[in-house]
């Protein structure tokens, strides 16, 4: 037999004194280990709970906290047989897995966000116990504490501190403790804690639920349909095919019961009507709507209703992906939109918010590079689609030399016009957009169809990259989600303009074409070809060796063209100074954006302002790119003029984009509001201050004419023109004297 010592496990068969039925270890020895007095500090080791089919008391899965027993009444149990040596508890064999093997074989809705990675359950539980009690063991393992069984007597003040109650730090410090201070023994009991449990059904002629008021009354006639495993499936697959926006819950239900539960029809007025199934034979309204929306394949769904030939037909997967067809770069990109989870303020006053913008991207298919984005107020729609799409065909040279980013080569987002887009249901899915890629840029779109993931593009898999990588960094950001109950507003901690989000958004967007490493879309043509060569397996570097190749290949148009046939028209009044936009999305009301003003030469050389009837509204359309002021494009008979803006504020024709101009608008309204009290008292003080005066002067007047002086002097017209005559000579004198000297 082993001596008695550190590690020792023994399972007592009777209770004697402080030592319970059961397995024990041995976790410290105080004293001499050849002395009887020594004290042992032993723990109780939990054990598995038997099988509920041998019909035995489940017992207590917990641990029993520390004992102190004398050396001498251990060995006088072993003595007596009372207690024997046994081996330590076979370890579950989850225990032995890695935290990637259960985020492996954990299904990806019961995933945990811990920190900035997922983790299953099981390990987040462990490590959330971990928390509570390493503080305590830290300190017994620093020998601040005299004994083990010391730690008991923390564990009141650590809970108090987590906020907790007791016997919830207790289980895990002496669990941690019985099973040989393994962390693993503080995941849970089972390897699938916290699971779906299985799904219940009405036994022995009992439906589930409170009995209704006929079963009450004693008619088990009426008591309603035993729900089975049939029955919950019709309910799913009803669910998915019934219940529509717009479409009552009456009419949904009703709907359901004539297709699953009917039995044969009735002729009335020439129409044959369903016969539904008895009250009492079908699922209740309420069966209906609580098992209806429960989570199911909807594939599944549609092989059932059309069968194994029809779905196979029409519904089933296609083999594929987003990359099928391309042989070469810069053929086929992706279009698509997404949240920016980002409150604004405006570019002149940093507690006026502007909103949360929504951004759209261009990408190339093959390698995700990013080309082009473009940020929009509001909902987007097909113009802004349409200019997303200008930005990734011209140099991205201006916009970053307008966003004062010199340390970036505008080669670094390279300039691609795609014969072929795709794009979701969304921005681009409108007779405009589709006429204007397929007749003015000669561009197609192929819409990806709903429920194929497989066929999206490159850039709904970018979404969240920029999300967690720029977004959620910076202040205001709203997460995607609604703020909790108390938690402040994220539009009250917004900071940045569109301005400054905008440089940050392209730094982002260069680094990862330049410096994410993707050696996984390295082929390995360029991998042979670079051997003993250094380069980094980033977006670029791959295009560019490529380009190299000659494997790039894309349509070039001319950039003043593409211009005027894909950027957004807008509404400008023609005034003597120049051209004003009108302000978006107003109807018939005119709203003029006066902060910034467009002029050119040929707007002068043309005299556009005379080119109106004078009872017609002196309005042209021009194309506006909202995020660039600098400029505006004309197009007339005349062909395509580029309008500069002549605005003397440098900051608005640098930094102001289109929904700034609107906010300048609102907060001039919003200062006319608040000021009107004051400008009108100056105003009725100067108009009273002038009536007054004049009231005195006339007062005067009268005053001198009854004391019988002049009231007025009047001057004669000869006089004035001798005085003129009198200056032009003097004039002409001195001009002959300067010209002598």
Known sequence: MKPVSVGFVFRAKQRRGQTQPGLHRVIEVNGDPDDDNCLLVVIQIPEQPPPRQSGKKQASYYSRGFKRIRLEAVRQLLKESLATEALAPPVPPWWSKSDADFLHECPKDRWVRQGGSWVAPEVHKRETKWTWIEPLVARYERKEIQSVADLDALVPARATELKLKPNQVYDALHRYFAFGEIKDALLPNTPLSGGKGQERYGKNGVRLGAPNAAAKAGNTELAGKICDEQDRQNMRDGYQMFVRRGVSRKDSFLAFSSTYYSDGYKVENGYQLPLLLPARQRPTEREFFDHGPEKQDRYEMLRRIFGEAEWAKDYRSLIGTAQDGIHSLGQVGSIDASPIDLNLVSCFDCQIPIGVPRGLFVREAKLGLWCGAHNVIGGPGTDDALLTILRSALSKAKILRRLNLDDIHSDDIPDLLFVRLLSDNGELRAIKGIETCAEKVRTT???????????????????????????????????????????????????????????????????ANTKQLVPHLVPTEMKRDMVGKPFLPTRIEIYRWADRQGLVTHPRMDPLYLKSVLLPVYTASVARNGLILHRPRTGERVELLKAALFNSDYIQQ??????????????????????????????????????????????????????????????????????????????????????????????KRKAAEAEGGEGHTTTSKEGVRDNQKRERAEQLQQAVSISVQ
């Open 606 to 699: 043309t005299a556009l302002y005379h080119n109106f009837a004078s009872n017609d509204p002196r309005h042209v359309q021009v194309r506006v790119d909202p995020d660039d002021l600098s400029e505006i494009i004309l197009v007339d008979r005349g062909g395509v003029h580029v309008i500069p803006n002549v605005t003397n504020d440098v900051i608005v024709v640098r930094e102001y984009y289109l929904p700034d101009l609107v906010a300048v608008n609102d907060a001039n309204r919003l200062t006319n509001i608040e000021t009107k009290s004051e400008v009108d008292q100056a105003g009725s003080d100067l108009r009273l201050s002038r009536a007054a005066e004049v009231d005195m002067a006339q007062a």
């Open 445 to 511: 779109i192929e819409f990806v169809e709903s429920g194929r993931a497989d066929r999206n593009s490159p850039s709904e898999s970018g979404h969240h990259a920029r999300h967690a990588g720029l977004d959620h960094k910076l202040p205001g950001t709203t997460y995607g989600r609604r703020p909790k109950r108390g938690e402040a507003l994220p539009i009250s901690k917004a900071l940045l303009n569109l301005y400054g989000y905008e440089r940050l958004l392209w730094q982002w967007m260069h680094w």
